[in-house]
């Protein structure tokens, strides 16, 4: 039986999502060599590596607001607790003041992940043994209670701190599962599993970044806005404005050639309710709708452009995956999945084939 690379290929789709192909303070070789179980498994290694690395380099550290009942005067004097509460009695005074302290709240998110899968049944020991080494040097960060209060986009990253960013994603991806289990009944940390649109999102910034690291001069990867082609004289409609926008996961280009991709990750590529009716399985329409909307108004507003598109799914399991190319309209439509279940050259190799579809000398170049 082949090996299924799953697992070890999450990690370089991190690593690309995040800094363009390298996981900060970790070799690419070093998680080669290891052997996963399950997810959870690497995202144990890749806590206690990176966390390990982050005490010996010392932890961020910012100031956060305190209040407590001092022997001396310390910032301000909270009067009406003082009052309330009789601390003069005792000879203190409630005093607010602003304290530089590693207890801040990316560092309280990774003490909290590391917490459940410690206490985790799907992380194996030798694992759980790595996570507990450095767990113990955590002691003055608080554990976070309630996971469902952690405001994600309030966090911050700067040059001071960007070498937090992948591993607030993993922590991120970890207690979302925890979130999931609750919302299905069980606080048990044994019951950790992973929400589809985690893994949606960054097989998205994969695919966009991969092309943006590797074929910078061959290829253009970004993210495009597409405006519908409304004629001139609609264009005073106040309801327009309330039109969905089109925004691509990628768009591909070279010359007057561009491949809009649209990246998705399913439990199942295909589906009973699709646009061949209900008597057969067919792709999801409202993707086909999607993708065929995006190249229409982008051919129309560019005649002379060669624009085609593709929906491209990481491969599931199905007995019946999908590999269509259809003329439409003048314009091709393709649905490719990506098999993430090979080695990450293999993968490579795939991500090629479809460069060739914006630039066919790339072979000559690359």
Not at 242 to 250: F, G, H, R
Request: glycine content about 4%.
């Amino acid at each position: 039986m082949a090996k299924d690379y799953r697992v070890t290929n999450v990690y370089y789709m991190l690593a690309y999502a995040l800094s363009n192909g390298k996981f900060p303070m970790i070799s690419n070789e070093k998680v080669k060599t290891e052997k996963f179980e399950n997810i959870f498994d690497l995202y144990s290694f890749l806590l206690s590596q990176s966390v390990g690395y982050l005490i010996k380099k010392g932890l961020f550290k910012n100031y956060i607001a305190c209040e407590d009942a001092l022997y001396t005067i310390r910032g301000k004097i909270n009067i009406n607790r003082t009052t309330k509460e009789n601390t003069l009695l005792k000879h203190k005074v409630v005093c607010t003041f602003d304290e530089y302290s590693e207890n801040v709240l990316m560092n309280k998110i990774i003490k909290t992940t590391m917490f459940y899968l410690i206490k985790s049944n799907k992380v194996t020991k030798k694992f759980i043994k790595n996570l507990k080494n450095v767990y113990e040097y955590l002691n003055d960060i608080d554990l976070i209670n309630n996971i469902s209060s952690i405001q994600w986009n309030s966090l911050r990253f700067d040059r001071n701190n960007r070498y937090y960013e992948s591993i607030i994603m993993i922590c991120r991806m970890v207690l979302n599962s925890v979130l999931l289990t609750e919302e299905q009944g069980s606080i048990k940390a044994d019951g950790l599993m992973i929400k589809e649109k985690d893994y949606h999102s960054l097989f998205e910034s994969f695919i966009r970044n991969y092309y943006k690291k590797h074929y910078t001069g061959l290829l253009k990867a970004n993210i495009e806005k597409i405006k519908w082609s409304i004629l001139e004289d609609d264009l005073e409609n106040r309801e327009i404005d309330k039109i969905p926008k089109m925004n691509t996961d990628i768009s591909l280009t070279h010359g007057k050639t561009e491949l809009i991709i649209d990246a998705k990750f399913y439990k199942s590529i295909l589906t009973d309710k699709a646009m061949n009716g209900y008597d057969k399985k067919g792709i999801h329409s409202n993707n086909w709708y999607q993708i065929n909307s995006y190249v229409i108004n982008k051919k129309y507003q560019n005649p002379k452009m060669n624009v085609s598109g593709m929906l491209l799914y990481a491969k599931t399991s199905e007995d019946v995956i999908p590999d269509v190319k259809a003329n439409i309209m003048g314009n091709y439509l393709y649905v490719r999945a990506l098999d993430m279940t090979k080695k990450f050259d293999d993968i490579e190799k795939q991500l090629f084939d479809i460069a060739l579809l914006v630039n066919d000398n790339i072979k000559e170049n690359y």
